[in-house]
């Protein structure tokens, strides 16, 4: 069965850093590209930012580029986003979701929250 | 980015019903068109991707079809657990977008 649970999640400072992960399993990671999605409160889901099977693409939402860095560990089967700089707009529940384009598989997803 | 926007925004419907959601993208996207079931507290369910095709496990009430600009979502007959919100995403341009949803919810 196809695991995806993230970690990292919780109250920050506006202009502080988070870091996300993604536990994947039940599946071999190291031949699915990953997504992140969010949802603000009460708003549309948003896709921000993928990263291929072998880390070789790399894609971001320009809502989070230059702030937010993708990576994966094949090693622990373990998906990351380091959030910088963080705004009170990127309040929200963040998903790790497997593969490109439609999103079959998802975590229980974290909740960020930016606030003074 | 393309827009994606759906319609209605809200839904009350009755046990039994045909409910039709439909969705309009900014630009052509082809059939790179997916749906999703989404219930409070919880991560979105693929029910719908490119355009109209059933995956696996998804109950055949659901379905979608379309292509272009213009798509709908359909639900044949609705079931108590179906009371959700539904969003369609494409996938032709990046970034990636969703519609604002359509909360489905009994009359």
């Known amino acids: 069965e196809v695991q995806l649970v993230e970690s990292g999640g919780g109250l920050v400072q506006p202009g502080g850093s988070l870091r996300l992960s993604c536990a994947a399993s039940?599946?071999?990671?190291?031949?699915?590209?990953m997504t992140w999605v969010r949802q603000a409160p009460g708003k549309r889901l948003e896709w921000i930012s993928y990263i291929s099977a072998s880390s070789s693409t790399i894609y971001y939402a320009d809502s989070v580029k230059g702030r937010f860095t993708i990576s994966r560990d094949s090693a622990k089967n373990s998906l990351y986003l380091q959030m910088n700089s963080l705004r009170a707009e990127d309040t929200a529940v963040y998903y790790c979701?497997?593969?490109?384009?439609?999103?079959?598989?998802w975590g229980q997803g974290a909740l960020v929250t930016v606030s003074s | 980015d393309i827009q994606m926007t759906q319609s209605p925004s809200s839904l009350s419907a009755s046990v039994g019903d045909r409910v039709t959601i439909t969705c309009q993208a900014s630009?052509?996207?082809?059939?790179?068109l997916n749906w999703y079931q989404q219930k409070p507290g919880k991560a979105p369910k693929l029910l719908i991707y490119?355009?109209?095709n059933l995956e696996t496990g998804v109950p055949s009430r659901f379905s979608g079809s379309g292509s272009g600009t213009d798509f709908t979502f359909t639900i044949s007959s609705l079931q108590p657990e179906d009371i959700a919100t539904y969003y369609c995403q494409q996938y032709d341009n990046l970034p990636y977008t969703f519609g604002q949803g359509t909360k489905l919810d009994f009359k």
């Open positions: 630009q052509d996207i082809s059939n790179y």
């Open positions: 490119d355009a109209s």
């Open positions: 039940g599946f071999t990671f190291n031949s699915h590209g």
């Open positions: 979701a497997r593969d490109q384009h439609y999103y079959a598989h």
